[in-house]
């Protein structure tokens, strides 16, 4: 009888990229859903901001409560790596603590019952061994760890150290092995994907890049997640736009807009050059811009905020994100000034309303086009309904298509079609097939 493992994987979907290398490493085990007939626990942690951290305690300790006896639970990643000696005194129920080192020895660690926090970042390569969670289609890429900018509000360097990139033959190589998987569409990840290569010495390994995988055969839509604007380049965006395989998907969180807040938060580029960029990225054919902004940073002024609100107002973002200003040791901004929490919650609120009908108008602008998509099964709303997303989309969070009639198609989970959308019900389009791709 195989033994059964529990995983969760919390935070972004580079640390998901890790959570999958430790279910390579663990092809064993029986994955169950239910925590309390797991063999083995895994809570692969996030620690970036207090929500997260509130969100990986609150299911370490949930585990714990359903699990059985003899189990074993396993904590590992940011959370982990941060706060070694106080989880490990505040948490003595976990049986094995790892940090961001070790994601390829969990085999060995659970098998020796023993914590370990390797120095070193892990960083996946081609022959790391994973199993893809999800999708059958679609699969993250991680190019590189650890963050060379110096942003005052995050914690992420203290613990990931400087920017480590993989070579592009490496990651290549990757595609290529996923593709002969039967995967067709990747996201290329990393906490600061436009710098990737820099610190190999070539400043433009991203293109170079983008040029090597378009020419792979079998791949059908790609994307790059996480741009930063100082090092975002014209070029860089024309590549993007140019590419056959790329979608002109241009993610690109700005954190604020106030000249006075990009200074004090560190960021590199100030609002004219930033603008410029995002105006770049928008006005290329069929893009898609996505950022997301830190409100209630210390040295925020009623002043900032408003600039802030009006430019989300007037700029037409596809898709922005709102994020509460939270506090963390060890950054530029933890002994500043700090605004009052609820003064932060409602500059948020107010925003966050502005970040739904900024969607609103970006998907009323999709009615009566044509779009490619791709199918991920039936969808939860109805049984005659499919659920889809648009292929210049990031999965799970720019949003679900609803496919009302796949006409005379046999549709399978991971087809590709074009279709027209034909309306928008609150925040969903409805669309028809018309062609496969």
């Known amino acids: 009888m195989s033994k059964k493992l529990h995983l969760i994987s919390l935070g972004c979907n580079k640390n998901l990229v890790d959570s999958e290398v430790m279910l390579g490493r663990l092809r064993e085990y029986e994955l169950t859903d239910d925590a309390s007939e797991a063999d083995v626990i895994i809570v692969n942690t996030c620690g970036f901001i207090e929500a997260a951290k509130s969100e990986s305690i609150n299911a370490i300790l949930d585990t714990h409560s359903v699990r059985k006896e003899d189990s074993i639970l396993v904590v590992s990643g940011c959370l982990s790596q941060r706060y070694q000696e106080e989880l490990a005194n505040e948490i003595p129920e976990v049986d094995i603590f790892t940090g961001v080192g070790d994601y390829e020895r969990i085999d060995e660690l659970i098998s020796l019952k023993q914590s370990s926090f390797t120095p070193q970042v892990y960083l996946a390569n081609e022959n790391s061994p994973r199993v893809i969670t999800g999708s059958k289609y679609h699969a993250y890429i991680k190019l590189s760890e650890g963050c060379n900018q110096t942003c005052s509000f995050c914690a992420i360097p203290g613990f990931k150290g400087k920017l480590k990139s993989r070579s592009i033959d490496s990651v290549v190589a990757e595609v290529q092995n996923l593709l002969q998987e039967g995967f067709s569409e990747f996201s290329f990840i990393s906490q600061d994907t436009s710098s990737f290569g820099r610190d190999l010495g070539n400043s433009k390994a991203l293109i170079d890049l983008i040029k090597q995988v378009e020419i792979l055969p079998g791949i059908k839509s790609a994307k790059i997640l996480y741009l930063y604007p100082s090092t975002t380049s014209f070029e860089l965006i024309d590549a993007i736009a140019n590419s056959k395989v790329f979608e002109s998907y241009y993610d690109m969180p700005i954190q604020h807009i106030s000249d006075k807040m ?10 004219q050059k930033t603008i410029e960029l995002l105006e770049y990225m928008r006005a290329k054919e069929n893009s898609f811009v996505r950022s997301a902004v830190i409100v209630g940073h210390p040295g925020e002024s009623q002043e900032d905020f408003l600039e802030l609100k009006e430019f989300l107002e007037e700029f037409g973002f596809d898709r922005f994100s709102v994020f509460e200003y939270s506090n963390e040791e060890n950054t530029a901004a933890y002994e ?13 609120d107010i925003l966050g309303e502005i970040a739904k009908e900024s969607m609103r108008k970006s998907l009323n602008r999709l009615v009566g086009k044509d779009i490619r998509l791709v199918v991920d099964g039936i969808s939860s709303e109805h049984e005659y309904l499919l659920s889809a997303r648009a292929l210049n989309w990031a999965p799970e969070i720019d949003g679900e298509i609803l496919v009302n009639d796949p006409q005379d198609f046999k549709v399978e989970h991971g087809d590709f079609f ?10 969903t389009p409805l669309a028809t097939l018309k062609k496969r791709l």
């Not at 990009?262 to 609002?271: A, D, E, H």
């Not at 605004?339 to 500059?347: G, M, Q, V």
């Not at 074009?418 to 925040?427: F, G, K």
């Open 336 to 348: 500043m000034k700090q605004i009052d929490r609820d003064t932060i919650s409602k500059r948020a």
């Open 418 to 427: 074009i279709a027209e959308v034909s309306e928008v019900v609150d925040v």
């Open 262 to 271: 990009l200074k004090i938060m560190k960021r590199g580029f100030g609002k």
